[in-house]
């Protein structure tokens, strides 16, 4: 869907995703990262919210979970979905109020592993900005060359 600023997505279908997901992974447009919220809990483990390297396929995913989270066996609900906006967005229209929420009724500990993840992610999207600008890094090619130092 696009709208008046370009990509746009269904809210309330991303709510609804956010209120009901077990295991819900958010991309970004400017750096390769994900965002990894896990909801489930039990006696020795919290939810967990984790910022982890993309995959090729939701096998390997799957393999991922079976590494770090084990104990849980396969989520009944996985959603993958691509934030076509920046991390600051997503904050600061708290796009992910929903599942903060459901963090918040379970854990204080998740509650904040949430803020500390956004905090980290915005830093990432500020990096990938700076190295998309001076064509600095890998990922980024600037089209004007820097003179050589004299």
């Known amino acids: 869907m696009f709208a008046e600023n370009g990509l746009g997505l269904d809210m ?7 209120r009901k997901g077990d295991l819900v992974t958010v991309g970004f447009t400017t750096f390769p990262e ?5 909801t489930r809990s039990n006696s020795s483990e919290g939810p967990l ?8 396929t939701v096998q390997e995913r799957y393999l991922w979970l079976g590494k770090h989270r084990g104990s849980f066996g396969s989520p009944e609900a996985f959603t993958f979905f691509v934030w076509p906006h ?8 708290d796009a992910l109020a929903p599942i903060r929420e459901r963090l918040a ?6 509650e904040v592993a949430m803020a500390a993840t956004l905090n980290r992610l915005l830093e990432i999207e500020h990096a990938a900005m700076i190295g998309a600008v001076t064509g600095d890094g890998e990922a980024w090619v600037t089209v004007w060359e820097r003179p050589a130092a004299a």
Do not use: Y
């Open 12 to 18: 309330d279908a991303v709510n609804e995703v956010l």
């Open 34 to 38: 994900r965002l990894l919220i896990d």
């Open 49 to 56: 919210v984790a910022i982890v390297a993309p995959v090729a």
């Open 86 to 93: 920046t991390v600051r967005h997503l904050v600061e229209i």
């Open 105 to 110: 009724a379970v854990s204080r500990e998740a």
